[in-house]
């Protein structure tokens, strides 16, 4: 659960892949962003509900099931892995899948235990690897270069011991870009 102080709100995350969710596919690495439809609803009557699922509009493509995450969670790869299971299962099918996490900060991501899940004599066993990224690891020069519409992610490539002043200008910047981008 967030705590107060912590960058992160999956509200926030959700108005943005509303309003950008095809550039948000862009920073996880989906190609063709743009034949993608989007919903962030509750699979069926289960109680694991993704930030973000995207389904390629023309059939073509990988289904990206995502989370976004602000807080220190040690299992956020099993509950995005119990998603793409669920999903799965729902669906009677397995589709190419692509599940992300974007990471606000490092140490969300470093907190998170590894997706290794194996029986006591080491023979059977899940493993895997699931598509992160770490906003921190990103600049905003870069984010931009991507989509200029991943403004709204800009804030958490800046240090947290940001001089005010400096911040203060970037903020007005971003709004200036926000306001073009979404009217």
Same mark, same amino acid.
């Given at each position: 659960? @967030?705590?107060?102080?912590? $960058? ?19 920073? *996880? ?12 609803? =509750? ?5 694991? !509900?993704?930030?973000? *699922?995207? +389904?390629?509009?023309?059939?073509? #493509? ?7 995450? #602000?807080?220190?969670? @040690?299992?956020?790869?099993? $509950?995005?892995?119990? =998603? ?9 099918? *397995? ?5 992300? +996490? ?17 029986? !006591? ?9 699931? $598509? ?21 992610? *800009?804030?958490?490539?800046? @240090? ?7 911040? !203060?200008?970037?903020? $007005? ?11």
């Amino acid at each position: 659960m @967030p705590t107060p102080g912590n $960058r992160g709100s999956d509200e926030a995350f959700y108005r943005l892949v509303q309003a950008a969710g095809q550039a948000i596919l862009k920073l *996880v690495g989906v190609v063709d962003a743009d034949q993608y439809l989007f919903h962030a609803d =509750t699979l069926k009557a289960k109680r694991v !509900s993704p930030d973000m *699922v995207a +389904i390629p509009a023309t059939g073509v #493509g990988d289904i990206v099931i995502m989370e976004f995450q #602000g807080y220190h969670d @040690p299992l956020i790869r099993y $509950r995005v892995l119990t =998603t793409v299971f669920l999903y799965c299962t729902q669906e009677k099918k *397995v589709p190419p899948l692509l599940p992300a +996490i974007i990471f606000t900060e490092r140490s969300f991501a470093l907190s998170a235990l590894p997706l290794d899940i194996s029986d !006591s004599s080491g023979q059977y066993q899940i493993i895997g690897r699931l $598509r992160e990224i770490i906003l921190e690891d990103y600049t905003e020069e870069q984010l931009l270069a991507l989509d200029p519409r991943l403004v709204a992610l *800009v804030p958490y490539t800046c @240090p947290m011991n940001m001089d005010k002043d400096e911040l !203060s200008r970037k903020v $007005r910047a971003w709004g200036d870009l926000v306001r073009d981008l979404y009217p």
